[in-house]
């Protein structure tokens, strides 16, 4: 894991050697759960929890808001999170997808897995030999495994260059909605289950022609 730092390199982050401000604790709830929590959110839309046993904060979890659009079923998703280390050993995050299941609500959405970096076939290119085209393959990306160092942190962000990912979206993300995602730490204890929410629009999306016309008659 490399650390995300803001100028001509962007990754995630890892920074060691401070103590983690440990106001607002939220606790989180066991296996197979939603995370109560979950449905709180900050100023900026993201989630806070804990882990079981305090020894891991996971703060303003969410999904960045993607356009009227949203992202679409199939495709993959960025994730925004601070994970912090409340203690004097090293401790290991791993971030998964969970399925939805009929307890959800309706307007969660599952997904495949959860990856660091990679990225989504963008289409042919041409090749060496004139004539033929090559299709890139996609890269994976690496499986959502965090190592933080004691009282140490990890930041992800849309501007890293190697982002947190949600793949394999079931179907359509947007404002409004949210993403299943289970937190395991090495601590032990059950694993967080959380919804990570869309963020929402600063401003109200703008209208269609359709609607102005209709008010100018």
Known sequence: MTPSTRGHRRVAVLFAGAAVASGLLLS??????LAETATKATAINGVNLESPDG??????????????????AGGSAPVEVGLFNNTNDP???????????????????????????????????PSPEPGTVEV??????????????????????????????????????????????????????????????????LTPAPRAPAEHDEEEH
């Open 28 to 33: 989180g709830c066991g296996a197979g759960q």
């Open 55 to 72: 020894a891991v904060s996971v703060r303003d979890l969410s999904v960045p808001y993607p356009g009227v659009e949203g992202y679409p």
């Open 91 to 125: 401790v290991t995050v791993r971030v998964s997808a969970v399925p939805v299941t009929d307890e959800d609500w309706a307007t969660v959405v599952g997904a495949e897995s959860v990856v660091i970096g990679g990225s989504e076939q963008t289409g042919p290119t």
């Open 136 to 201: 890139p393959q996609p890269d994976p990306g690496r499986d959502a495994i965090v190592q933080l160092p004691a009282n140490g942190w990890a930041l992800f962000s849309t501007d890293d260059t190697e982002p947190l990912r949600v793949t394999g979206l079931a179907d359509p993300l947007a404002a409004g909605y949210s993403v299943n995602l289970a937190f395991e730490f090495s601590t032990g204890g059950a694993p967080l289950v959380v919804a990570a929410p869309v963020d929402m629009p």
